[in-house]
């Protein structure tokens, strides 16, 4: 007899005991992956190095000056930048100035911008395109832009459908502290296009990279729709 109720008893606190259990809120789950997680993980741009050239005098000290020669040829807007001997194909968007009087750059590692203050692709004057050479998760578009030799060839195209082909003459690196900005937005007689982005060791404690790379081309060729 004893045995029986002890059984019954039992049975009535694991009863009483799982009804409780049932009847509390579930705790919410802890998501350590999913589609939805690592689709909204992809679609968040990687976070960017500091680039130099934002703090860089280019106001103040070198603003495009008009040239002497007269200059026949307008000029694009360039939408598209491509340069077959390393694989780039990117979109081209203007950049302007920063608040520190330098050039501001691009907030994509896939992008590069072109300074819009200064002088359009083919038109007599200094164009520039920079780039990011890397960002916090991996190589950027510039990535192997030091890569370039004499003799490579730069296709710029333009808002309108036209072509402008470009030849680089050289390729150098300079101390950040002695980029020569003069050279790279100021006044010439050419028809160039200058393409700069960060090179040489990382600084940890400055956050940025000890030396600028320019990579200097002039127009051999152009498709220019009037």
Same mark, same amino acid.
């Given at each position: 007899m004893k045995h029986i109720l002890y059984s019954i008893a039992l049975g009535l606190l694991v009863f009483i005991?799982?009804?409780?259990?049932?009847?509390? =809120?579930?705790?919410?789950?802890?998501?350590?992956?999913?589609?939805?997680?690592?689709?909204?993980?992809?679609?968040? =741009?990687?976070?960017?190095?500091?680039?130099?050239? @934002?703090? @860089?005098?280019?106001?103040?000290?070198?603003?495009?000056?008009?040239?002497?020669?007269?200059?026949?040829?307008?000029?694009?807007?360039?939408t598209r930048l491509e340069i077959p001997s390393i694989g780039v194909d990117a =979109?081209?968007?203007? @950049?302007?100035?920063t608040d520190n009087g330098g050039m501001a750059v691009p907030d994509s590692v896939t992008r590069v911008g072109w300074f819009e203050p200064g002088t359009k692709p083919g038109r007599i004057g200094n164009a520039v395109i920079a780039g990011h050479v890397d960002g916090q998760s991996g190589p950027a578009v510039f990535y192997d832009l030091k890569e370039l030799k004499a003799g490579d060839e730069i296709f710029v195209y333009g808002e309108d459908g036209s072509k402008m082909t470009f030849t680089v003459e050289k390729v150098a690196a300079y101390p950040v502290e002695e980029s020569p900005i003069r050279d790279l937005f100021g006044p010439t007689n050419e028809r160039a296009l200058n393409l700069i982005t960060c090179t040489g060791p990382y600084d940890q404690e400055a956050s940025g990279y000890t030396e600028r790379l320019a990579v200097y081309t002039t127009l051999t060729a152009s498709d220019y729709k009037q």
């Open positions: 005991v799982s009804f409780q259990l049932l009847d509390e =809120p579930a705790k919410e789950a802890r998501v350590l992956s999913s589609f939805e997680a690592e689709q909204k993980q992809s679609e968040e =741009p990687p976070p960017l190095k500091r680039d130099t050239i @934002e703090n @860089e005098p280019i106001k103040k000290n070198y603003e495009p000056a008009t040239v002497v020669q007269q200059d026949d040829q307008t000029g694009i807007v360039p =979109p081209i968007g203007p @950049e302007g100035y």
